[in-house]
């Protein structure tokens, strides 16, 4: 299995409270993303770096935030969380652009209640 | 709109026979399509990726075969096996910034 991972893997939290999603990874790819996975809407990308401090957005950016400071982690914050936000949240890798696999973490449940 | 469509959310088949899943896509023009696998409760795992030169493409049980004409993708499980039960997704790899995924069809292999 490719190095990555996700935590926490569950998260239960009120709605207006700020949440830190975190994906770390032991493989030295450049490019990082953050996909949320629903019912119906299958896995869509919220964002996305391309490299140290280089991010950008998805399909579905609003409300939420990225960072990512060092190679190996990349961070999604919900500033102020909502119900629509409750979703599995997925993290992958890839290695290059175009033309390769990406490894995807375990995901994080993430329930707002 | 874009939009990809993958034929049914379930698919049920017998052990042993061939299973065939589609993806058909509206509005994008991929130069790679990707197949991936997911467990329930687990992330997605590559399966198989196919250019768009390409017709088909084989690894072991597993065939696919990618028709920019028709905007259609065949994803091709023969010999199937209860193991071989999950929700399979089909992947548009557009631009290097993104893979668009589908909703994914849930295979279903009977013993």
């Known amino acids: 299995d490719a190095g990555i991972t996700q935590s926490p893997r569950h998260k239960v939290t009120e709605t207006g409270t700020p949440v830190t999603l975190r994906c770390h990874q032991t493989?030295?790819?450049?490019?990082m993303y953050w996909y949320r996975q629903d019912p119906g809407h299958g896995l869509r990308l919220i964002h996305y770096s391309y490299g140290v401090k280089d991010t950008d957005k998805g399909e579905v950016s609003d409300g939420y935030s990225v960072s990512r400071s060092k190679t190996e982690d990349f961070l999604l914050t919900l500033e102020s969380a909502t119900s629509s936000q409750t979703s599995v949240y997925f993290c992958a890798i890839r290695d290059s652009l175009m033309n390769t696999e990406a490894f995807f973490g375990q995901g994080t449940r993430l329930t707002v209640v | 709109s874009q939009k990809i469509e993958q034929n049914s959310e379930a698919l049920n088949i017998q052990e042993g026979k061939t299973a065939t899943l589609t993806c058909n896509y509206t509005?994008?023009?991929?130069?790679?399509l990707q197949w991936y696998r997911q467990d329930p409760g687990r992330g997605p795992v590559f399966l198989l990726l196919i250019r768009e030169n390409e017709k088909e493409k084989r690894k072991e049980r597993l065939k696919v075969t990618f028709d920019t004409t028709l905007k259609q993708s065949l994803f091709h499980i023969t010999a199937s096996q209860p193991a071989d039960s999950a929700t399979y997704l089909c992947?548009?790899?557009?631009?290097?910034?993104?893979?668009?995924f589908g909703t994914g069809t849930r295979l279903t292999v009977i013993p």
């Open positions: 493989e030295n790819h450049r490019y």
């Open positions: 992947a548009l790899d557009v631009r290097a910034n993104n893979l668009f």
């Open positions: 509005n994008y023009s991929p130069a790679y």
